[in-house]
């Protein structure tokens, strides 16, 4: 190692190295600890054949070298010469192998087996002889696998139709009156295997960006169905709709908000989009943009998953939000905790000064529905009053009961 190119004195770094013309960066054999990215200078990354040195590659600024060893069986393959004065940014092992554990799992599959490939050719070693993976790489393999297998079943999910809407009601509970509206939750009828919950499918759906298409069809869907449901009850419903954080990102969000509204003829107060407060925290500015257009069309939105996250109240009335949806986890906690009795009682005080309405999640018994009553809690969702069901038992409901809870009706566990 030398002097800087600089003639100005340089604090050392442990990130920053500088190497003078014709100096060794790595040895081919040697145990890899870093990979190096090119600040100036250049770099050659230099084979021994019995012929003789051979360099495969020569290497500029921005250029990283030395990652294959850390991604394959850690031994350098080749060696690196500084071709002249070079200086080089460090990353260790640690923060590589952090990195890489924190991305996708089918993409690190897939960059594992492309730099083993890229190993295998600098030795010239064949397929065979190369040195079956270590557990790690087996359980990766076998997660891109399951991880791949999975994607294409919701690919084929969507074109084949297998999603479907389930419809939960949303109650009043002052009285034992016709519901408010309903809450449209998704389901894979997955061949050979049942209804399977959005908990399992969405994030994957997230993930593959797919959730965009899925989430218009929830839209179109529930909008039609919303209409179906308030002819059966001779009054217009509430629709909510789930949004996933991806949704949120998508410009043409909103044109397919008011699509949905238009095709059906749903009125845009009728609908109500639901966002969860983590969701929207982890990017506040974007999201209250997207939501502020969401509400210049007229359509409502509920902030879901109240009390599982930030809880901040401070933000809520910089949102257009007209509804708080408390999560079930409140509902336990008020029940044996009174400190959680009063934040509950604070919350809904707040939200009706707001001009906000509350609804409790996951009602599953009387003893809850009274504790919430109590409170002054407006409206509540839950299995005691209506488990999630298809639009048929939905209609049903509506039809025989007038959609009116009673406790003989508070079977059912949700999906
Ligand atoms: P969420 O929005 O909080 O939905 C409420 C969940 O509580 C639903 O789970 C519902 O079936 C369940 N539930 C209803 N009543 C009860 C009850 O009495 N007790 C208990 N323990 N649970 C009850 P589900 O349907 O499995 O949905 C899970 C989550 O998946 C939803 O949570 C929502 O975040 C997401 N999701 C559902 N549908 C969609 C959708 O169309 N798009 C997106 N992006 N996400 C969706
Ligand atoms: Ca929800
Ligand atoms: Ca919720």
């Known amino acids: 190692m030398t002097v800087p190119p600089s003639s100005q004195p340089e604090k050392p770094s442990r990130y920053r190295r500088h190497y003078a013309a014709g100096e060794r960066i790595f040895e081919a054999g040697e145990p890899a600890t870093e990979a190096y990215i090119i600040e100036s200078g250049r770099v050659a990354i230099r084979l021994s054949l019995p012929e003789g040195p051979k360099d495969i590659a020569v290497l500029g600024r921005e250029a990283l070298f030395g990652e294959m060893a850390l991604l394959g069986d850690g031994f350098r393959a080749a060696s690196a010469v500084a071709v002249e004065d070079t200086t080089v940014q460090v990353i260790s092992k640690a923060s590589f192998d952090a990195a890489l554990a924190a991305a996708d799992p089918f993409l690190r599959h897939l960059l594992r087996l492309s730099m083993e490939r890229g190993q295998q050719l600098l030795r010239g070693r064949s397929r065979n002889e190369r040195l079956d993976a270590d557990l790690d790489d087996q359980r990766d393999r076998q997660r891109a696998w399951e991880r791949l297998r999975f994607d294409q079943a919701l690919e084929e999910a969507e074109h084949q139709q297998q999603f479907c809407l389930h419809y939960q009601a949303i109650v009043p509970l002052a009285e034992a009156d016709a519901p408010l509206g309903f809450e449209a939750l998704l389901r894979w009828e997955r061949p050979g295997q049942g209804l399977v919950s959005p908990a399992v499918f969405v994030p994957a759906l997230e993930a593959s960006g797919r959730i965009l298409s899925v989430g218009r069809w929830c839209l179109e869907r529930a909008c039609a169905d919303a209409i179906t449901l308030g002819n059966a009850l001779g009054r217009s419903v509430e629709m909510a709709v789930n949004l996933s954080p991806r949704q949120l990102e998508d410009p043409a969000l909103v044109p397919a908000v008011a699509a949905a509204l238009a095709a059906s003829g749903l009125a845009p107060a009728r609908l109500k989009l639901e966002i969860t407060e983590s969701v929207l925290m982890s990017n506040f500015e974007a999201a209250q943009q997207l939501l502020e257009d969401c509400r210049a069309l007229g359509v409502h939105l509920a902030l879901d998953d109240f009390g599982t996250g ?26 044996t905790d009174d400190r959680a009795y009063h934040v509950v009682a604070g919350i809904s005080r707040l939200a009706s000064d707001l001009g906000m309405r509350t609804v409790a999640e996951g009602v599953e018994n009387a003893a809850q529905a009274a504790s919430l009553r109590a409170l002054g809690i407006g409206y509540a969702q839950g299995c005691h009053f209506h488990p999630p069901a298809p639009l048929s038992a939905a209609l049903t409901w509506l039809g025989h009961e007038g959609g009116r809870f009673r406790a003989s009706h508070s079977a059912g566990k949700p999906l």
């Open 310 to 335: 930030y809880s901040s109240l401070t933000y809520l009335h910089r949102l257009p939000v007209d509804t708080l949806k408390l999560d079930r986890s409140f509902l336990k906690q008020v029940q």
